[in-house]
């Protein structure tokens, strides 16, 4: 079945960088943008940018140009994630989702945790 | 930058409708789609292109976009419905949520 499965829990002191993967399975990697979202405690969904794992073409939130970075191996079907300078703020559960069969996020991973806390 | 506004919460009494508004500029102009979350679980989708279901979500899911703003309906609302609910736009090759609406079945 098609699945995305990410990285685990990573906490991060102020300043620093955070890599997430998120490895998918049961589909052709190469045919679907790979979207990164957050969610921040108790609150709503953001979009952080999408990756396009044939050709490594990236579109970014305009709230984190030039913090964000996405790319991916095709050869293990994997996509990353990398946040730098991060703040207090950007203490989230971050997810991969593409759009499968709809025009919709209809696949996602299980989220990881991402603290930022001196 | 784009924005979508979406009402805090939205109560409704068991077996009532349920509406749930997206507004944006000219949203009738694109795609949105609606997601049903759970506290603790991803997101679902439960429309996309305005008004289209996923196999295996219930008819009692509608949605519409016109004008400035998109609706989710929920019509016969069941306490299973009880979840937040977000909005979603494609908006020049971004994605862009509405702040999310929480469901009270009461």
């Known amino acids: 079945q098609v699945q995305l499965v990410q990285s685990g829990a990573e906490v991060r002191k102020p300043g620093a960088s955070v890599r997430v993967s998120c490895k998918a399975s049961g589909y052709t990697f190469t045919h679907n943008y790979i979207h990164w979202l957050r969610q921040a405690p108790g609150q709503g969904l953001e979009w952080v940018g999408r990756i396009n794992p044939n050709s490594g073409d990236t579109k970014y939130a305009q709230k984190f140009e030039g913090r964000v970075s996405m790319t991916r191996d095709t050869s293990i079907s994997t996509a990353y994630m990398e946040l730098s300078r991060l703040r207090s703020d950007d203490t989230a559960e971050y997810s991969c989702?593409?759009?499968?069969?709809?025009?919709?996020?209809?696949?996602w991973g299980q989220g990881t945790t991402v603290t930022v806390s001196s | 930058s784009y924005e979508l506004t979406q009402p805090p919460s939205v109560s409704v009494s068991p077996g009532q409708t349920a509406t749930i508004t997206c507004s944006g500029d000219?949203?009738?102009?694109?795609?949105t789609c609606w997601y049903q979350q759970k506290p603790g679980q991803s997101p679902v989708v439960i429309i996309y292109q305005d008004n289209k279901r996923p196999s295996g979500i219930p008819e009692r899911f509608s949605g519409s976009n016109s004008g400035n703003t998109a609706t989710l309906t929920i019509s016969g609302t069941q306490a299973m419905d009880e979840a937040d609910y977000y909005c979603?736009?494609?908006?020049?090759?971004?994605?862009?949520f509405g702040g999310g609406t929480k469901l009270t079945v009461l």
């Open positions: 979603q736009a494609w908006i020049s090759s971004t994605v862009v």
């Open positions: 989702a593409i759009e499968y069969k709809y025009y919709a996020m209809d696949v």
């Open positions: 000219k949203l009738g102009d694109k795609y």
